[in-house]
């Protein structure tokens, strides 16, 4: 029963496989294909950017009229402007106090960052992994604009964790933001434990060192002592 079972997953997993990184599937089933791969690095200034403002305006809720201007059509439809600057925005607010990237994918027609954002410390939440997707449904002076924004969960079924961190790349948040990464440690303090372990290895060495000398030598002594005088 368990390698049948096993073997109909496997048919299952087979003849549906998912669909790659991008490809999305339209509510009828079919796969959806975003376009072509491109380079990221020709558009990171203008999508990093966007991204900072729309964290700063739409996600904190802060000046939320400024991102009705940075989001597709799609995302504003059913609203008014005015609904928009009071809130009432189909987008998940968070007190982001810092944020990190990752890039999951760049196609001519979509682009999904992965955006980490992490709240205060005495706000007491978890930091909390969205995938911000954009489309190139702007003006030629503002290309690529926001069509969703959407809280993506780990691997442990959370809604992002600490550990993301490893894995994203600072993202400043602009000027009028008190958004920051975090200091490192200065390289001073990485050097005192370095020191306390080398000293406390000498030190053991050192004990040894003197216990191994005067056990040669109390036997020495013993071995002069019982030793016959020749004649």
Known sequence: ????????????VIKNPPPPAGEKTSPGGDLVKPGTKMAFAPHQDQV??????FVLTAV???NTEDSWEMVCPEMKQGFTRDTWAKGEIP????????AKWHLAYAYTTEIDLQVALYARPNKKLHPVVFDLTLHPCGTAGNRWLVSSFIPTPSASG????????????PLGIGTRSTLFQPKR??????????????????IALGIVGVRSYRGRKAYNDYVRARQLPTR
């Open 185 to 202: 440690a200065s390289g001073f303090w990485l050097a005192i434990p370095l020191g306390i372990t080398l000293g406390m290895l000498l």
């Open 1 to 12: 029963m368990v390698l049948a079972g096993v073997v109909a997953i496997l048919i299952v």
């Open 60 to 62: 904190r809720r802060d």
């Open 48 to 53: 990093l950017g966007l991204a900072q403002q």
């Open 158 to 169: 959370d809604f992002g964790s600490s550990d993301e961190k490893s894995r994203f790349n």
């Open 91 to 98: 987008v998940v607010p968070y007190p982001a106090h810092f």
